[in-house]
Nanobody, 120 residues
Framework: QVQLGESGGGVVQAGGSLRLSCAHSGRAFSNYAMAWYRQAPGKQRELVATISRGGSTNYDDSVKGRFTISRDNAKNTVYLQINSLKPDDTAVYFC??????????????WGQGAQVTVSS
């Protein structure tokens, strides 16, 4: 059983930056494609970024140029760097794992989520 644990959330002023981390408890982290989703109050959960086993990345158009997903297989961790934060980025951010070379839904595992609040 894989467990995912997000960290790094908090309250940030608009224009600031934040880095979210997601630790993967399994031994085969490098075999998983990983993703970050977010869910704003009253809205559906949306996919924002994915990274394949080999490190290929994809982003939702709404975050391109501001969000960067990366992974460190030695640390079993995936990151989401968020720059130029906007109030609309306020959401709970979830990481997800898929035992696959490339990401596709549905996820095999989910983290518990990390709250990011952007103040204007």
């Amino acid at each position: 059983q894989v467990q995912l644990g997000e960290s790094g959330g908090g309250v940030v002023q608009a224009g600031g930056s934040l880095r979210l981390s997601c630790a993967h408890s399994g031994r085969a982290f490098s075999n998983y494609a990983m993703a970050w989703y977010r869910q704003a109050p009253g809205k559906q959960r949306e996919l924002v970024a994915t990274i394949s086993r080999g490190g290929s990345t994809n982003y939702d158009d709404s975050v391109k140029g501001r969000f960067t997903i990366s992974r460190d297989n030695a640390k079993n961790t995936v990151y989401l760097q968020i720059n130029s934060l906007k109030p609309d980025d306020t959401a709970v951010y979830f990481c997800a794992a898929k035992y696959s070379s490339f990401w596709y839904s549905p996820a095999d595992y989910w983290g518990q989520g990390a709250q990011v609040t952007v103040s204007s």
